[in-house]
């Protein structure tokens, strides 16, 4: 099993950064793919981001695309989510994800293994 924390989400104003962290714990040894996922009240959970085990490969929701970085230190066992220039509708609970495939295959939400218990990130306008 594979324990996932999250950390820093918190109340901004539209425009602003926050930067989320997720550590993970357990048999990260059988993780390959991390990422976060969100989730809006009323909507269903979408995928926000992916990156690959060693950290280059990277994928983002459209919706996130140039305002997002995903970033990984397995030394650490750690995934960040630097978000710039916040907007109201990014408000939702972020979810740290983990998989045993390849970071394109986790952005289906089928293929996740391990989730993080969520963070709630409010942008106000």
């Known amino acids: 099993q594979v324990q996932l924390v999250e950390s820093g989400g918190g109340l901004v104003q539209a425009g602003a950064s926050l930067t989320l962290s997720c550590a993970a714990s357990?048999?990260?040894?059988?993780?390959?793919?991390m990422g976060w996922f969100r989730q809006s009240p009323g909507k269903e959970r979408e995928f926000v981001s992916s990156?690959?085990?060693?950290?280059?490969?990277?994928y983002y929701a459209d919706s996130v695309q140039g305002r997002f970085t995903i970033s990984r230190d397995n030394a650490k066992n750690t995934v960040s989510l630097q978000m710039n220039s916040l907007k109201p509708e990014d408000t939702a609970v972020y979810y740290c994800?983990?998989?045993?495939?390849?970071?394109?295959?986790?952005?289906?939400?089928?293929?996740?293994?391990?989730w993080g218990e969520g963070t709630l990130v409010t942008v106000s306008s």
């Open positions: 994800a983990a998989a045993k495939v390849v970071a394109q295959s986790m952005r289906k939400i089928s293929r996740v293994d391990y």
């Open positions: 990156v690959s085990w060693g950290g280059r490969t990277t």
């Open positions: 357990g048999r990260t040894d059988t993780v390959i793919a």
